[in-house]
């Protein structure tokens, strides 16, 4: 009888395993490790009929057991797609698969938005997704955050959940990667800066990713701001683009902009509404903004059904999240910036004086302007983590002219980052960390929320 091996027992494995499942498919799932949370999903799903193994290292020797039957193997984004034993596999016949993939399979008669890029796309999707429902159009969002798409599937294939308009999907480049057949209805993307080079090796590999998301999509919508994409805007697909400043004469033209009057401009309609209506802070966010105007444009939306999705929409948790303050400052969470660029965008966000904590598992990548944004805007950095020492030698060969401290970690470096937030009366206490948390947490929203119970006991809510 054919079967199916899951690798690993993430989200995006859970999800796949309990897909195929459903769909009548022999599954078998392998996990190499053995921990508590381990023992606890396999009996959820050994309940549930599922066969599951653990301690089970990502080996070609580890699917011996199962090599006469073995014709398809499901792997979530945490695994690279050119991993070795995934090769030797592909070698011998052996279908490979992403999680991703699966799920575009079983809600393909369901419309896509495709949201991809290196920084912005998580907030685009919880944007998008908020100004849809909120004009009556049932528009869930998952993929690379909150809901598996393949558990989404599930839940709609089982009924659980009502059959939707859309789909709001934020795809990373793994995921695109391992899904080569998905076309959304509509795609977008945010930005490009380098970012996962160690995984996909050069900056033109990681690009190509998304630019092929983007041409196997309808419709293709681009952010004209980001240096990248304008530089390569010849070469990539037609589609709409958006800039937060009104074009210059000499620039290519932009669908939708914000004039000097700070009015969201539409070329085919006009003026829409005031670009204020989103309360955030930055101007990357302003970007965001119009990305989502021009997707809920064409999805059928008018400018009074957008503007009230964007004034009743509550903010992201983890990307520059207003948790309080403390006496005169500010705090705000943006654990989500887990590389150089996201954690320059938020700096520029702020306003005054920055307190920064900073640090985790050190990714590659050009650290020229957060380093810039350092030396304008924080008048003291706490590293913490296994990059602290890394970042430490960046900043003092940097020339930056403020305080720096180095812990362990996020508990110790919190109450250090107190007291010189009220020492150097700073206007803002930030945690935008520069790098990914694998090396303490389990992902960046984990840190974020051990960020929030830390500095609980320091601030006032409102």
Not at 266 to 285: Q, R, T, W, Y
Request: proline share 5%; charged share 20%; hydrophobic share 45%.
């Amino acid at each position: 009888m054919p079967l199916t091996i899951v690798v690993g027992l993430g989200r995006s494995g859970l999800g796949a395993a309990r897909l195929l499942h459903h769909q009548g498919e022999t599954v078998v799932v392998l996990e190499s490790g053995t921990g508590p949370d381990q023992i606890s999903c396999a009996a959820t799903l050994q309940a549930e009929g599922i066969q599951v193994e653990l301690g089970i290292p990502l080996e070609i020797n580890s699917f011996e057991p199962w090599r006469s039957d073995l014709t398809a193997v499901v792997v979530g984004p945490g695994i690279p797609w050119d991993h070795p034993t995934l090769d030797s596999l592909r070698h011998e016949g052996v279908q490979i698969r992403g999680e991703i993939e699966l799920a575009w399979e079983a809600l393909d008669d369901i419309p896509w938005v495709g949201i991809t890029g290196t920084n912005g796309k998580t907030t685009v999707t919880h944007l998008l997704s908020h100004v849809l429902g909120h004009a009556g159009i049932l528009a869930p969002m998952g993929g690379n955050m909150g809901v598996s798409a393949a558990d989404i599937a599930l839940k709609i294939k089982t009924g659980e959940m009502p059959k939707p308009d859309w789909l709001v999907m934020e795809l990373s480049s793994y995921q695109i990667e391992s899904a080569p057949a998905l076309a959304p209805s509509i795609g977008i993307w945010t930005t490009l800066t380098p970012d996962h080079l160690e995984r996909h090796g050069t900056l033109e590999a990681y690009r190509a990713i998304k630019r092929g998301l983007m041409q196997r999509s309808s419709l293709a919508i681009f952010n004209g701001d980001d240096s990248d994409l304008k530089a390569h805007r010849p070469s990539l697909k037609e589609g709409l683009w958006v800039k937060a400043a009104a074009p210059c004469a000499d620039e290519e033209p932009a669908d939708f902009w914000i004039d000097a009057a700070g009015t969201v401009q539409s070329k085919e309609s006009g003026g829409m509404f005031p670009a204020e209506v989103l309360a955030m802070p930055g101007a990357h966010n302003r970007q965001n903004l119009l990305l989502v105007t021009a997707a809920a444009t064409e999805i059928g939306l008018n400018a009074q059904q957008i503007v009230q999705g964007l004034r009743q929409f509550p903010g992201v948790p983890h990307r520059l999240e207003r948790l309080g303050s403390m006496a005169f400052a500010e705090v705000f969470n943006d654990s989500k910036a887990t590389n150089y660029d996201a954690a320059a965008v938020g700096l520029q966000a702020m306003a005054g004086s920055v307190v920064v904590l900073a640090g985790g598992q050190p990714k590659r990548g050009d650290a020229t302007v957060w380093l810039s944004e350092l030396k304008t805007k924080a008048c003291a950095v706490v590293l913490f983590g296994t990059g602290a020492e890394e970042l430490d030698a960046l900043i003092r060969q940097s020339n930056y002219q403020g305080q720096v401290h180095r812990c362990t970690d996020l508990a110790s470096a919190v109450p250090i980052a107190v007291r010189a937030t009220s020492e150097l009366m700073a206007s803002s206490l930030l945690l935008s960390p520069a790098c990914a948390s694998f090396d303490q947490y389990q992902n960046f929203e984990v840190r974020g929320d051990h960020f929030r119970e830390l500095i609980q006991a320091h601030i006032r809510m409102g």
